[in-house]
């Protein structure tokens, strides 16, 4: 496929997942209450006293800043070929590569089973093999008029 091609599929990737971040932003902040009831039942109300706003907080914090991540996968789709928005798209791609790993190692046992829950896991894990998938298959390119040297980090020159 001609490189020109690639950068445009990966463009369409990045808008589709930048969609789908946003959607598992908004699924995190609608379950903050799901999340809070299913805590103080959990620990009791004693212990939730002391973890209850401590762990809401890091909640919807995470469900925040999960917007302007998806808007940035959104926004550097069309971008692709600039230096900046290739840059953006690796720290997009590799800080979502973690959080399947993240899911998998400490969101264990049946009681992460809500479907609210699911829906999030399945589009973080999806997203997060995308993007970094997309963004080598593109990297990997040889010597193009627009590439430059080959390499995953080097960005297309405009």
């Given at each position: 496929?001609?490189?020109?091609?690639?950068?445009?599929?990966?463009?369409?990737?990045?808008?589709?997942?930048?969609?789908?971040?946003?959607?598992?932003?908004?699924?995190?902040?609608?379950?903050?209450p799901l999340f809070g009831r299913f805590m103080a039942e959990a620990v009791g109300s004693e212990a939730w006293k002391a973890v209850g706003p401590p762990s809401l907080l890091s909640f919807i914090v995470l469900g925040i800043l999960?917007?302007?991540?998806?808007?940035?996968?959104?926004?550097?789709?069309p971008a692709l070929q600039e230096r900046w928005a290739w840059r953006l798209a690796w720290v997009i791609a590799l800080s979502f590569a973690t959080l399947p790993v993240c899911l998998l190692v400490l969101m264990r046992g049946g009681m992460y089973r809500a479907p609210a829950f699911i829906v999030a896991e399945v589009l973080v894990t999806i997203v997060g093999l995308t993007l970094p998938g997309v963004l080598a298959w593109v990297g990997r390119t040889r010597r193009h008029a627009w590439l430059g040297a080959w390499s995953i980090c080097v960005p297309p020159a405009a």
């Open positions: 496929m001609e490189p020109r091609r690639k950068l445009d599929v990966a463009g369409r990737v990045f808008r589709v997942a930048g969609v789908l971040i946003l959607v598992v932003a908004g699924i995190h902040l609608l379950a903050t999960l917007f302007p991540v998806g808007a940035g996968a959104f926004t550097v789709a």
